[in-house]
């Protein structure tokens, strides 16, 4: 039977040890940053929940008239609003769980274990999943919302399989 055989893509140093890729760096670094910023929206979204509760109340009581299209958008930002309030607690425990299995597996790529890989995507996809079953869809309900609650990161999960190669351990 032939082996399988996978070449080294990585770069090395002077003393045998292996550098970083500048990508995989540029990712993890990111990473990194994500994960400090995602934890403190996590730490304080109770917080935010209520005061963007709060200016929808303060915006449909104004007196000023707003289209049907707005009305119905302010609608659906509430109702997924109270709905993640209601379900706050798993969601934030959820969301930490995520940035820990993120940070952990961008921890291990930057030492070229492919685990880490995989660690990163349960982390990156966990809370995606879950906040569809506890809260549904509606909390995708703007592009930006999109964006940010998936695009991010399903970009990412794109990039780091890009950099899959360098990951030899």
Same mark, same amino acid.
């Not at 609608?75 to 930490?96: C, H, L, R, T």
């Not at 961008?106 to 569809?132: N, Q």
């Not at 309900?141 to 991010?152: E, F, P, Q, Y």
């Given at each position: 039977? &032939?082996?399988?055989?996978?070449? &080294? #893509?990585?770069?090395? &140093?002077?003393?045998? =040890?292996?550098?970083?890729?500048? @990508? #995989?760096?540029?990712?993890? /670094?990111?990473?990194?940053?994500?994960?400090?910023?995602? @934890? !403190?929206?996590?730490?304080?979204?109770?917080?935010?929940?209520?005061?963007?509760?709060?200016?929808?109340?303060?915006?449909?009581? *104004?007196? =000023?008239?707003?289209? *049907? =299209?707005?009305?119905?958008?302010?609608?659906?930002?509430?109702?997924?609003?109270?709905?993640?309030?209601?379900?706050?607690?798993?969601?934030? %425990?959820?969301?930490? %769980?995520?940035?820990? #299995?993120?940070?952990?597996?961008?921890?291990?790529?930057?030492?070229?274990?492919? &685990?880490?890989?995989?660690?990163?995507?349960?982390?990156?996809? +966990?809370?995606?999943? +879950?906040?569809?079953?506890? /809260?549904?869809?509606?909390?995708?309900?703007?592009?930006? *919302? /999109? !964006? #940010?609650?998936?695009?991010?990161?399903?970009?990412?999960?794109?990039?780091?399989?890009?950099?899959?190669?360098?990951?030899?351990?």
């Amino acid at each position: 039977m &032939d082996e399988i055989k996978t070449t &080294d #893509l990585n770069e090395y &140093d002077d003393q045998g =040890k292996a550098k970083l890729p500048t @990508g #995989l760096n540029v990712l993890t /670094i990111l990473t990194f940053v994500g994960c400090a910023f995602w @934890g !403190l929206v996590t730490i304080f979204a109770p917080m935010l929940y209520k005061f963007a509760l709060t200016k929808i109340e303060e915006a449909k009581n *104004s007196g =000023k008239e707003f289209s *049907s =299209k707005e009305l119905e958008s302010m609608a659906k930002s509430k109702e997924a609003m109270e709905s993640a309030v209601q379900n706050m607690v798993p969601m934030m %425990v959820i969301g930490i %769980v995520g940035i820990v #299995l993120c940070l952990i597996g961008a921890i291990w790529m930057r030492k070229f274990k492919k &685990d880490g890989y995989w660690m990163y995507v349960a982390g990156e996809l +966990a809370p995606i999943v +879950a906040g569809i079953f506890i /809260i549904g869809t509606s909390q995708y309900n703007a592009i930006s *919302s /999109i !964006l #940010l609650g998936i695009g991010i990161p399903v970009l990412f999960v794109i990039l780091y399989t890009l950099q899959r190669k360098y990951l030899t351990k």
